[in-house]
Protein backbone atom coordinates (compact mmCIF):
# COMPACT_ATOMS: atom_id res chain seq x y z
CA UNK A 1 0.00 0.00 0.00
CA UNK A 2 0.96 3.40 -0.93
CA UNK A 3 2.54 5.31 2.59
CA UNK A 4 3.57 9.05 3.20
CA UNK A 5 4.86 9.36 6.69
CA UNK A 6 6.49 12.49 8.18
CA UNK A 7 8.03 13.73 11.18
CA UNK A 8 8.15 15.08 13.70
CA UNK A 9 4.64 15.73 13.90
CA UNK A 10 5.08 18.64 15.70
CA UNK A 11 8.70 20.43 15.99
CA UNK A 12 9.41 23.69 18.31
CA UNK A 13 12.49 26.13 17.39
CA UNK A 14 13.92 29.09 18.39
CA UNK A 15 13.92 31.49 16.29
CA UNK A 16 17.73 31.15 14.40
CA UNK A 17 17.36 27.25 15.50
CA UNK A 18 18.04 25.23 12.08
CA UNK A 19 16.40 21.94 11.77
CA UNK A 20 14.84 19.27 8.98
CA UNK A 21 11.41 18.00 8.51
CA UNK A 22 11.21 14.41 6.82
CA UNK A 23 8.81 12.69 4.61
CA UNK A 24 9.52 9.08 3.99
CA UNK A 25 7.05 7.19 0.94
CA UNK A 26 6.87 3.60 0.72
CA UNK A 27 4.92 4.03 -3.30
CA UNK A 28 5.77 2.72 -6.28
CA UNK A 29 5.72 4.74 -9.81
CA UNK A 30 6.65 8.00 -8.00
CA UNK A 31 6.01 10.72 -10.64
CA UNK A 32 6.65 13.57 -8.23
CA UNK A 33 6.77 14.72 -4.69
CA UNK A 34 5.63 17.86 -3.44
CA UNK A 35 5.47 20.21 -0.06
CA UNK A 36 3.31 22.51 0.77
CA UNK A 37 2.50 24.96 3.78
CA UNK A 38 -0.63 25.41 5.31
CA UNK A 39 -1.42 28.40 7.85
CA UNK A 40 -4.09 28.15 10.53
CA UNK A 41 -7.78 28.41 9.08
CA UNK A 42 -6.43 28.46 5.29
CA UNK A 43 -5.85 26.01 2.28
CA UNK A 44 -2.30 24.46 1.53
CA UNK A 45 0.15 26.50 -0.13
CA UNK A 46 2.45 25.63 -2.75
CA UNK A 47 5.89 25.30 -2.31
CA UNK A 48 8.23 23.01 -4.18
CA UNK A 49 8.30 20.48 -6.49
CA UNK A 50 10.83 17.56 -6.78
CA UNK A 51 11.02 14.84 -9.17
CA UNK A 52 14.65 12.96 -9.02
CA UNK A 53 16.64 11.66 -6.53
CA UNK A 54 19.52 14.45 -5.88
CA UNK A 55 17.34 17.07 -6.75
CA UNK A 56 16.97 20.11 -4.44
CA UNK A 57 15.23 23.43 -4.57
CA UNK A 58 15.55 26.35 -2.25
CA UNK A 59 13.17 29.24 -1.35
CA UNK A 60 14.46 31.87 1.06
CA UNK A 61 15.21 30.12 4.24
CA UNK A 62 13.94 26.34 3.01
CA UNK A 63 15.51 24.25 0.88
CA UNK A 64 13.45 20.57 0.11
CA UNK A 65 16.00 17.65 -0.75
CA UNK A 66 14.90 13.90 -2.56
CA UNK A 67 16.16 11.08 -2.05
CA UNK A 68 15.13 7.38 -3.54
CA UNK A 69 12.98 7.03 0.01
CA UNK A 70 12.65 10.04 1.60
CA UNK A 71 12.72 14.13 1.31
CA UNK A 72 14.18 16.53 3.91
CA UNK A 73 12.67 20.09 4.26
CA UNK A 74 15.81 21.73 5.59
CA UNK A 75 14.90 25.07 7.88
CA UNK A 76 18.15 27.66 7.90
CA UNK A 77 17.51 30.51 10.92
CA UNK A 78 13.71 30.23 10.75
CA UNK A 79 11.49 33.01 12.21
CA UNK A 80 8.13 33.21 13.89
CA UNK A 81 6.60 33.88 10.32
CA UNK A 82 8.08 30.13 9.06
CA UNK A 83 5.37 28.88 12.16
CA UNK A 84 2.94 26.85 9.54
CA UNK A 85 2.35 23.14 9.21
CA UNK A 86 3.98 21.86 6.54
CA UNK A 87 2.54 19.37 4.25
CA UNK A 88 4.66 16.39 1.87
CA UNK A 89 2.47 15.04 -1.24
CA UNK A 90 3.33 12.30 -3.60
CA UNK A 91 1.73 11.60 -7.08
CA UNK A 92 2.33 8.32 -8.89
CA UNK A 93 2.64 7.83 -12.10
CA UNK A 94 -0.60 5.89 -12.66
CA UNK A 95 -2.91 8.30 -10.83
CA UNK A 96 -2.45 11.58 -12.78
CA UNK A 97 -3.65 14.78 -10.85
CA UNK A 98 -4.00 12.74 -7.10
CA UNK A 99 -2.05 13.97 -4.56
CA UNK A 100 -1.80 11.31 -1.80
CA UNK A 101 -0.48 13.90 1.22
CA UNK A 102 1.42 12.68 4.89
CA UNK A 103 -0.06 13.73 7.49
CA UNK A 104 1.99 16.77 8.47
CA UNK A 105 4.31 18.60 10.97
CA UNK A 106 3.29 21.77 12.67
CA UNK A 107 6.51 23.76 13.06
CA UNK A 108 6.37 26.37 15.72
CA UNK A 109 8.99 29.35 16.00
CA UNK A 110 9.10 31.08 19.40
CA UNK A 111 11.12 34.51 19.16
CA UNK B 1 -8.20 39.20 -6.85
CA UNK B 2 -7.76 35.82 -8.83
CA UNK B 3 -8.01 32.90 -6.44
CA UNK B 4 -10.14 29.93 -5.70
CA UNK B 5 -13.17 31.16 -3.48
CA UNK B 6 -15.43 28.71 -1.26
CA UNK B 7 -18.92 29.30 0.22
CA UNK B 8 -20.12 29.23 2.75
CA UNK B 9 -16.36 29.52 5.31
CA UNK B 10 -18.65 27.53 8.38
CA UNK B 11 -21.69 24.87 7.80
CA UNK B 12 -23.41 24.38 11.22
CA UNK B 13 -26.22 21.60 10.48
CA UNK B 14 -27.86 18.59 11.96
CA UNK B 15 -27.56 14.74 10.99
CA UNK B 16 -29.92 13.78 8.15
CA UNK B 17 -30.07 17.39 6.43
CA UNK B 18 -28.75 17.72 2.75
CA UNK B 19 -26.21 20.69 1.88
CA UNK B 20 -24.04 22.47 -0.73
CA UNK B 21 -20.75 24.41 -0.73
CA UNK B 22 -19.91 26.25 -3.74
CA UNK B 23 -16.24 26.60 -5.24
CA UNK B 24 -15.09 29.18 -7.72
CA UNK B 25 -11.47 29.45 -9.16
CA UNK B 26 -10.93 32.28 -11.36
CA UNK B 27 -7.64 31.50 -12.55
CA UNK B 28 -8.30 29.62 -15.67
CA UNK B 29 -7.51 26.65 -14.11
CA UNK B 30 -8.63 23.27 -16.36
CA UNK B 31 -8.65 21.03 -13.31
CA UNK B 32 -10.97 21.34 -9.82
CA UNK B 33 -10.40 19.28 -6.53
CA UNK B 34 -12.24 18.06 -3.52
CA UNK B 35 -10.32 17.44 -0.50
CA UNK B 36 -11.73 16.44 2.90
CA UNK B 37 -9.60 17.15 6.46
CA UNK B 38 -9.86 15.43 9.62
CA UNK B 39 -9.60 16.63 12.67
CA UNK B 40 -5.89 14.53 12.72
CA UNK B 41 -5.36 17.34 9.90
CA UNK B 42 -4.92 14.44 7.14
CA UNK B 43 -5.66 15.91 3.54
CA UNK B 44 -7.58 13.58 1.41
CA UNK B 45 -8.59 13.96 -2.10
CA UNK B 46 -12.43 12.77 -2.87
CA UNK B 47 -12.99 14.24 -6.38
CA UNK B 48 -11.46 15.97 -9.40
CA UNK B 49 -12.65 17.28 -12.19
CA UNK B 50 -11.15 18.41 -15.72
CA UNK B 51 -13.23 20.85 -17.65
CA UNK B 52 -16.61 19.54 -16.24
CA UNK B 53 -15.40 15.99 -17.28
CA UNK B 54 -15.10 13.89 -13.76
CA UNK B 55 -11.42 12.10 -13.40
CA UNK B 56 -11.00 11.39 -9.67
CA UNK B 57 -13.42 9.76 -7.89
CA UNK B 58 -12.03 8.14 -4.44
CA UNK B 59 -14.00 6.00 -2.43
CA UNK B 60 -16.49 8.50 -1.30
CA UNK B 61 -19.81 7.56 -0.10
CA UNK B 62 -22.37 7.75 -2.67
CA UNK B 63 -24.10 10.99 -0.77
CA UNK B 64 -21.45 12.76 -1.64
CA UNK B 65 -21.92 14.43 -5.35
CA UNK B 66 -19.87 16.58 -6.97
CA UNK B 67 -21.09 19.10 -10.04
CA UNK B 68 -19.23 21.09 -12.23
CA UNK B 69 -21.57 23.70 -14.19
CA UNK B 70 -18.54 24.57 -16.05
CA UNK B 71 -14.59 24.93 -15.54
CA UNK B 72 -14.41 27.50 -13.15
CA UNK B 73 -17.50 26.24 -10.66
CA UNK B 74 -17.35 22.85 -8.72
CA UNK B 75 -19.75 22.52 -5.94
CA UNK B 76 -20.26 19.80 -3.59
CA UNK B 77 -23.81 18.30 -2.43
CA UNK B 78 -23.88 16.18 0.53
CA UNK B 79 -27.49 14.28 1.15
CA UNK B 80 -28.47 12.95 4.66
CA UNK B 81 -25.17 14.25 6.35
CA UNK B 82 -23.82 12.26 9.38
CA UNK B 83 -21.41 12.84 12.14
CA UNK B 84 -18.77 11.58 10.38
CA UNK B 85 -19.09 14.26 7.75
CA UNK B 86 -17.38 17.32 9.96
CA UNK B 87 -14.36 18.01 8.42
CA UNK B 88 -12.38 20.88 7.18
CA UNK B 89 -13.50 20.50 3.04
CA UNK B 90 -10.87 22.36 0.62
CA UNK B 91 -11.46 23.03 -2.93
CA UNK B 92 -8.15 23.41 -5.19
CA UNK B 93 -7.93 23.94 -8.78
CA UNK B 94 -4.48 23.52 -10.99
CA UNK B 95 -3.55 23.81 -14.62
CA UNK B 96 -4.01 20.49 -16.55
CA UNK B 97 0.08 20.12 -17.17
CA UNK B 98 0.71 20.93 -13.69
CA UNK B 99 -1.62 19.26 -11.48
CA UNK B 100 0.58 19.25 -8.21
CA UNK B 101 0.86 22.57 -7.82
CA UNK B 102 -2.60 22.97 -6.94
CA UNK B 103 -4.29 26.07 -5.33
CA UNK B 104 -6.49 25.62 -2.81
CA UNK B 105 -9.73 27.73 -1.34
CA UNK B 106 -9.58 28.96 2.54
CA UNK B 107 -11.93 25.73 3.50
CA UNK B 108 -15.15 25.23 4.63
CA UNK B 109 -15.79 23.72 8.12
CA UNK B 110 -18.62 21.65 8.16
CA UNK B 111 -20.06 20.56 12.21
CA UNK B 112 -22.79 17.91 11.81
CA UNK B 113 -24.58 18.15 15.25
Known amino acids: EDQVTQSPEALRLQEGESSSLNCSYTVSGLRGLFWYRQDPGKGPEFLFT???AGEEKEKERLKATLTKKESFLHITAPKPEDSATYLC????????????FGQGTILTVHP | DTAVSQTPKYLVTQMGNDKSIKCEQNLGHDTMYWYKQDSKKFLKIMFSYNNKELIINETVPNRFSPKSPDKAHLNLHINSLELGDSAVYFC????????????FGPGTRLTVT
Open chain 2, 92 to 103: ASSPWDSTYEQY
Open chain 1, 89 to 100: AVQLRRSYGKLT
Open chain 1, 50 to 52: LYS
